[in-house]
T-cell receptor, first 112, second 110 residues
Framework: GAGVSQSPRYKVTKRGQDVALRCDPISGHVSLYWYRQALGQGPEFLTY????????KSGLPNDRFSAERPEGSISTLTIQRTEQRDSAMYRC??????????FGPGTRLTVT | TQLLEQSPQFLSIQEGENLTVYCNSSSVFSSLQWYRQEPGEGPVLLVTVVTGGEVKKLKRLTFQFGDARKDSSLHITAAQPGDTGLYLC??????????WGAGTKLIIKP
């Protein structure tokens, strides 16, 4: 079956622009996670959903970052007024029972 | 604050050698996971350890969870070039939130 997909795979944007990153989890997976990962480092937790409910957004760096999962499936991570420090790999993961997380290929965001 | 410390951060050894990677914390985890990540890909789960003192084996890989559930180790016997990758440990502080280590970059030279 299909794994977790993310789009776009690469995004280059100019400072000050808004970007929306999409995550399509494995069908039927209840939980969805967003992470940010620096090269050669472990993932940094951003936010987490159970179905459509955002259970924890404590990892979002500031109020320019937001996420939604309106129908309990696809999720969008939005970054407003992007800054160069937002450049990173953004990864999405989904989980059926909260134990094993399946990761997507990530979106490499570059803010110029 | 880094809750999970992994060591070493980088390890380069010859094929056939043994190695151990460590994951340490002052926090108690309900369970701990080890992932392997290859360049350009997302992390892939290798094992979950749940019980203090638990030992799990996956072919040439041996995973151990500390008795106090604060630390874990990954031992690879007779390493092969295919074992090359970034090894990440991650501990569950709650029923959903994983705290990740910074990773150990492992290179096995043929």
């Amino acid at each position: 079956g299909a794994g977790v997909s993310q789009s776009p795979r690469y995004k280059v944007t100019k400072r000050g622009q808004d970007v929306a990153l999409r995550c399509d989890p494995i069908s039927g997976h209840v939980s969805l996670y967003w992470y940010r990962q620096a090269l050669g480092q472990g993932p940094e937790f951003l936010t987490y959903f159970n179905y459509e409910a955002q259970q924890d957004k404590s990892g979002l760096p500031n109020d320019r970052f937001s996420a939604e999962r309106p129908e309990g499936s696809i999720s969008t991570l939005t970054i407003q007024r992007t800054e160069q420090r937002d450049s990173a790999m953004y990864r999405c993961a989904s989980s059926l029972l909260g134990y094993e997380q399946y990761f997507g290929p990530g979106t490499r965001l570059t803010v110029t | 604050t880094q809750l999970l410390e992994q060591s070493p951060q980088f390890l380069s050894i010859q094929e056939g050698e043994n190695l151990t990677v460590y994951c340490n914390s002052s926090s108690v985890f309900s369970s701990l996971q080890w992932y392997r990540q290859e360049p350009g890909e997302g992390p892939v789960l290798l094992v979950t350890v749940v019980t203090g003192g638990e030992v799990k084996k996956l072919k040439r890989l041996t995973f151990q969870f500390g008795d106090a559930r604060k630390d874990s180790s990954l031992h690879i016997t007779a390493a092969q070039p295919g074992d090359t990758g970034l090894y990440l440990c991650a501990g569950f502080l709650s029923n959903y939130q994983l705290i990740w280590g910074a990773g150990t970059k492992l290179i096995i030279k043929p």
